[in-house]
């Protein structure tokens, strides 16, 4: 991963979810606590996100080239809307590690722009991913060590919950985001918005 001298970023690329679909995911996750499930990390309902990118920790030298090569990708795709899916887990519903809800709706514009990201972000000295790219929303986590009839019992958890889906929204911009990890969990704020396709809105560095 590229470094200098300068301080470093913990930084990732992603897309944000609207306010609507934040307050149904937290409602389903509080109803699912319900059941009191053990060895669950839940990941907090304003930190949900679609992940395009992680990029570890990084300098601010770095984040203004990653910024310059975001500005001259975007403009090239379009807007394109997403739907939620599916409840599922990695690596499988019986014993699950990663709790996700899986994604629909125009998945090739957004698979596209994926790829011309990492392809775009290589001569900065990022790896390309060796994983196809497979989106979805991360819910929630186990924890490491936990035995296997607890992730069974999990995995039972995510199969009788209900979840229609069907959750629609447009994709305008894609977000250069930083994480901090405290004791309490990962903090995350914009370094910088970069909008889609022509429009009227102009591209934001909210770094400074």
Known sequence: ???DTNKLLR???AIELPQELTMKLQSLQEDMKRSNPAGVKWVEAHNIHLTLKFLD????????RIIDALKA?????????LETSTLGAFPNIQRPKVFWLGLNGNLTPLIT?????????????FSPENRPFSPHLTLARLRDGIAPSVQ???GDLILKTGWQGGETWIVKKITLMKSQLLPS?????RLAEIRLGKSEYPFSNLHD
């Not at 969990?185 to 704020?189: L, N």
């Open 1 to 3: 991963m590229p470094t």
């Open 11 to 13: 930084a990732f690329i």
């Open 57 to 64: 920790a990084i300098s601010e030298s770095t984040m203004n």
């Open 73 to 81: 990708i975007c403009p090239l795709y379009s807007l394109f809307s």
């Open 113 to 125: 722009l994926q790829k011309a990201i990492d392809v775009g972000l290589t001569p900065l000295g």
């Open 152 to 154: 069974r019992a999990f």
């Open 185 to 189: 969990g990962p903090v995350y704020s």
